[in-house]
């Protein structure tokens, strides 16, 4: 079934450690997004790349870096954990710039 | 800045009521409008969204309004259901920055 996937579900993390999320998808979407959502504070976007090999800055970037190889992938790395990023991480993409966006399952991230 | 601003927080409504949810944002030159629903644990999903050159739009028993002058959208749910409890997030897509911005959510509540 085509869509998005996230890996890993859940994942508790010491602080300063660095962690890659991993995102997929097969519908050759050309733009990928990565959100966070907080309680009360909705979705916030923190990198986008509207093709592969190109990225931007998002709302709330500070503290993640991400990459886009090729098409499929869109990984997002905390390069050293704190407990501010503790959130649960949305994976989106769309087929275009400015076309809806499709979600993957999220990953829930504690810092501790 | 870029912002959308979404109304209210929280909605508890009769079955069978209908429930509104309003929207409005900063950028003139957006001109597109997602809605997304989104379960308890579960990812945000597409239920409804409208591009700018229309002023409504109707799916069921889900229709979006829009009114470009005074930079607002709203949600409209008829008939409600028990199904239909969870949080809904409105987005407006910025132009000017090439990114989708959500509201902070509303959270839903139908009464059987």
Known sequence: IAGITQAPTSQILAAGRRMTLRCTQDMRHNAMYWYRQDLGLGLRLIHYSNTAGTTGKGEVPDGYSVSRANTDDFPLTLASAVPSQTSVYFCASSRDVGQPQHFGDGTRLSIL | ?112
């Open chain 2, 1 to 112: 800045g870029e912002n959308v601003e979404q109304h209210p927080s929280t909605l508890s409504v009769q079955e069978g009521d209908s429930a509104v949810i309003k929207c409005t944002y900063s950028d003139s030159a957006s001109n597109y409008f997602p809605w997304y629903k989104q379960e308890l644990g579960k990812r945000p999903q597409l239920i409804i969204d409208i591009r700018s050159n229309v002023g409504e739009k109707k799916d069921q028993r889900i229709a979006v309004t829009l009114n470009k002058t005074a930079k607002h959208f709203s949600l409209h749910i008829t008939e409600t259901q028990p199904e239909d409890s969870a949080v809904y997030f409105c987005a407006a897509f910025m132009d000017s920055s090439y990114k989708l911005i959500f509201g902070s959510g509303t959270r839903l509540l139908v009464r059987p």
